[in-house]
């Protein structure tokens, strides 16, 4: 059972994705709320398998929470997907810095915002169909600084790990990369559990954008 944590400031909007979170026989929504230190609070008393955030809410936003349930130095992270009406590169930036795992729009499908749960619980990640070469290319462009060089990462990753990479960041689920490498999906899914640790990141859309930001792969591809 995946379980979920819904923060949002607008009562019909936190009641339908209560409900439509709720009606899913793998999904469980152990807390809804209204506002970003609630959410703080009741992630780290409850610890959801995903915490699903707006961003603009009152007192504590969406980014300072997820900052605050995923930064870089949270020693035990919770998952975080943002769930917005804002398409705006502030928002999207500002909240994938902070450590979310994933960004969709509020005009999503019901079916697309269920699989986005379910992938960001998963720790694969996911961003709203459109979303994901304009992340690229603004981190890129940013260059950050990353724990692990690209040269580094050759010397740290085995040859598998590396053909993994490049296959995630493709864009590749790990059935399709365990069809292209010729391996069981277990397989892949364990490599993966090993490389993330090593290039300091904590999901597969993370070290997506870690290979294009080291320039293991670019976004011209």
Request: hydrophobic fraction near 45%; charge should be negative.
């Amino acid at each position: 059972m995946i379980r979920v944590l819904v923060a949002d400031d607008q009562p019909l909007v936190r009641a339908g994705l209560t409900t439509l979170l709720g009606g899913e026989p793998d999904l469980e929504v152990v807390a809804a709320v209204a506002d970003g230190r609630a959410a703080v609070e009741e992630a780290r008393r409850l610890r959801p398998d995903v915490a699903c955030l707006d961003i603009r809410m009152p007192g504590t936003d969406g980014i300072t929470a997820t900052r605050a349930l995923c930064g870089p130095d949270v020693p035990d992270p919770i998952p975080v997907l943002i769930l917005t009406t804002f398409d705006d590169d502030k928002y999207l930036f500002g909240a994938f810095e902070a450590g979310a795992s994933g960004f969709l729009l509020k005009d999503a499908e019901p079916d697309e915002v269920v699989a986005a749960v379910r992938s960001v619980a998963g720790g694969n990640g996911t961003l709203a169909e459109g979303l994901t070469k304009r992340v690229l290319r603004e981190l890129v462009t940013r260059r950050q600084t990353q724990p692990v060089t690209a040269a580094r990462a050759q010397e740290l990753l085995t040859p598998r790990e590396l053909d993994i990479l490049l296959l995630l960041a493709q864009g590749m689920s790990n059935d399709e990369i365990a069809r292209e490498l010729v391996v069981e999906v277990s397989t892949v899914k364990s490599h993966l559990a090993r490389m993330m640790p090593k290039l300091g990141v904590r999901s597969r859309l993370h070290a997506a954008v870690w290979a294009y930001q080291n320039g293991v792969v670019d976004t011209a591809r």
